[in-house]
C-alpha cells in the first residue's frame, strides 16, 4: 500500500512525496452514545486507515487530492483562507486541521501537496473522517516540527469536527486513532481522558465487520437531536444529584430517578445511555476474565439497547445484527458506531466466520434488497508516520 500511495502521489503532482503518514479507521466494541455523556467507550483501531503523502511547497498554497474522490480533482486553497466551503466536499476534514491548528497559533510555515488514499469504506460508521484528521494532524505537527502531544493533536481533531464541520461528536473517534494498539481496544474514561487497555479475544475469535452499504452523514442526522435529548435528560437529573454527566448516574441511582422524567422518549435516551456504561465495564471485565460468553450477552443487549431506547439502529443494521446473532460460533454482534446506516459487528470463531459471513450476506440482500459487505478486522496501532517516503 505504501508503494502505490507514493507512486500514486508522485503521478498527481509531477514529484516525490517526502513523508508519509498513517492514520488508522476505528470500531467501538461496545460503549455506545455514551462519550458525550461523560462515560466509558470501549474502541479499538483497525489496521484499514488514510495514508497521507506530503511534500512541502514554497508558497502560501495547499494543494489536496484524495483517490477515493478523484472525480474532485485537486483541490487548490490558499493557506491565508482556509474558511469552511461546502463544495469543498472531503477535503473541509484536512483544512479544517490545518483552520483549527492556526486559530491555535500554529501556523504552517509554506503550503503543501497531500495526496490521501483510503481504504475504509466512505460513510460506513469507521470514522474515516477522524482518521483523515489524525492524519492531517500529524504531519502537521511532525513536518512543522511542533513537537504537540497526540493527546493535543486529538483534542484539534475533534475541534475539527465540532467547530468547523459542525457535527457535536464525542472524543472517542479521535482518541481512539490516535492511541491505538495492536491487538488491544482501549477502555477510554470520557470525562477524564484516563484510558487503560484490554486484549481482544483475536485468537478464539474473528472481528467480523458488516457494513450495510447504506451510507449515512452525521451532520444530516438525527445524532445532534440525540446529542440534545441526553442534554435535557441531564438538566431534570441535575436537579436531584449534582452531577456534570448522565453517566455519573450508576443503574441504581437511575432506577430511583427515572420517573422525574416525564417525557417517555427523553427517559428512554437516557436509560439507554446509562445501562451502556454500566455494561461497557461489565464488558471489560468479563474480557480480563476470559468469559467470552457473557462479553457476547452484552454486545447482543447493547444492540437491543440501541434498536428500542436510543433508536438509531433501523432495518439494515438490525438484520446484519439479529442474523449474525442465530449464526453458530458467534457469540454477540451489535451495530457499531453513530447509527443510521454504517456497520455492525460480530466476534466469531474463526472456523465458523465464513459460513456466518455467507448466511448474513444471504438474508441481509432478500430483507433488505442490498448487498453487505464484510471486512475481518485486526486491532492496530494508531496514527503515525511510516517510514521510507523518500524511497520507493
Not at 469536527?161 to 491505538?180: C, L
Not at 433501523?314 to 460460533?329: I, K, N, S, V, Y
Request: negative net charge; hydrophobic residues 35%.
Amino acid at each position: 500500500m505504501n508503494r502505490a500511495v507514493l507512486e500514486e502521489f508522485e503521478q498527481q503532482y509531477s514529484r516525490q512525496a517526502e513523508r508519509l503518514f498513517f492514520a488508522p479507521g476505528r470500531i467501538n466494541v461496545i460503549g455506545e452514545h455514551t462519550d458525550y455523556n461523560g462515560g466509558f467507550v470501549f474502541p479499538c483501531a483497525i489496521t484499514n486507515g488514510t495514508y497521507a503523502a506530503a511534500a512541502g511547497r514554497n508558497d502560501r498554497q495547499l494543494r489536496l487530492v484524495s483517490g477515493n474522490f478523484l472525480d474532485k480533482g485537486v483541490i487548490a486553497l490558499p493557506l491565508d483562507d482556509l474558511s469552511f466551503q461546502p463544495e469543498d466536499d472531503w477535503a473541509n476534514y484536512p483544512k479544517g486541521v490545518f483552520a483549527v491548528l492556526a486559530a491555535e497559533g500554529y501556523y504552517p510555515e509554506t503550503g503543501y501537496d497531500i495526496y490521501f488514499s483510503g481504504n475504509i469504506p466512505n460513510g460506513a460508521g469507521l470514522s474515516s473522517s477522524a482518521s483523515i484528521e489524525l492524519a492531517t494532524a500529524v504531519l502537521l505537527n511532525e513536518c512543522e516540527g511542533w513537537g504537540l502531544s497526540m493527546k493535543t493533536l486529538v483534542q484539534y481533531a475533534q475541534q475539527v469536527e465540532n467547530k468547523y464541520i459542525g457535527v457535536q461528536t464525542g472524543i472517542m473517534d479521535q482518541f481512539a486513532i490516535g492511541f491505538g494498539k495492536d491487538g488491544h481496544a482501549m477502555l477510554l474514561d470520557c470525562a477524564s481522558l484516563e484510558y487503560d487497555y484490554a486484549p481482544l479475544p483475536t485468537k478464539k475469535y474473528t472481528i467480523l465487520i458488516m457494513n450495510t452499504n447504506k451510507s449515512r452523514e452525521l451532520a444530516g442526522s438525527a445524532y445532534n437531536e440525540r446529542r440534545a435529548e441526553c442534554e435535557e435528560a441531564l438538566a431534570e437529573m441535575q436537579q436531584h444529584r449534582p452531577i456534570t454527566g448522565l453517566c455519573e448516574l450508576s443503574v441504581e441511582e437511575w432506577n430511583q430517578l427515572s420517573h422525574e422524567i416525564n417525557n417517555e422518549t427523553v427517559r428512554k435516551r437516557a436509560r439507554h445511555v446509562i445501562y451502556e456504561h454500566d455494561r461497557t465495564k461489565q464488558a471489560v471485565e468479563m474480557l480480563k476474565a476470559e468469559n467470552y460468553e457473557a462479553f457476547g450477552r452484552l454486545l447482543n443487549e447493547s444492540h437491543r439497547s440501541l434498536k428500542e431506547d436510543y433508536e438509531v439502529t433501523g432495518l439494515e443494521l438490525d438484520t446484519l445484527a439479529e442474523t449474525a446473532q442465530q449464526q453458530p460460533g458467534v457469540i454477540g454482534a451489535r451495530m457499531t458506531g453513530a447509527g443510521f446506516g454504517g456497520c455492525a459487528i460480530a466476534f466469531v470463531e474463526h472456523d465458523q466466520a465464513e459460513e456466518a459471513e455467507k448466511i448474513i450476506a444471504a438474508v441481509y440482500e432478500k430483507e433488505t434488497g442490498r448487498k453487505a459487505s464484510f471486512y475481518k478486522a485486526a486491532a492496530g496501532g494508531g496514527a503515525r508516520e511510516l517510514a521510507g517516503a523518500g524511497q520507493k
